[in-house]
């Protein structure tokens, strides 16, 4: 499997994640069957910046850590717009991370 077809399959699952939800790289990683890739999922996180259409900012660590904050433009933009979404983030982590996660669904291979 080349890396731009598993990104596009990233991507697709990145652009289902609900508006006010979050979920985490292993949990796109397992949806995809590929469970053992959360930091490749990261990976297309961080390589997906131009793509208006893919909410890079609702994809987090397991433990509901902004970890990827850094590759957005400005220091507080992701939590600018988690919070916009009505996710509350302090410390660079969500809380009551369990009410806002999405567990995408486990795609059928």
């Known amino acids: 499997m080349s ?4 990104f596009e399959r990233v991507y697709a699952i990145a652009r289902q994640i609900p508006y006010g939800k979050v979920t ?6 397992k ?14 996180m961080n390589a997906s910046h131009n793509m208006e259409d893919v909410p890079a900012h ?29 996710i509350e983030v302090a410390n660079n982590q969500i809380i009551d991370f369990e009410k ?8 059928e291979q």
């Open 3 to 6: 890396n731009d077809n598993f």
């Open 24 to 29: 985490s790289y292993g949990a796109i990683a």
């Open 31 to 44: 949806a995809l069957g590929t469970a053992r890739s959360a930091r490749m999922v990261g990976w297309a």
């Open 58 to 86: 609702r994809v987090v660590n397991r433990k509901g850590l902004l970890t990827g904050k850094l590759h957005f433009d400005g220091t507080n933009l992701m939590q600018q717009l988690l919070e916009n979404e009505g």
């Open 100 to 107: 806002h996660f999405w567990e995408p669904p486990v795609r």
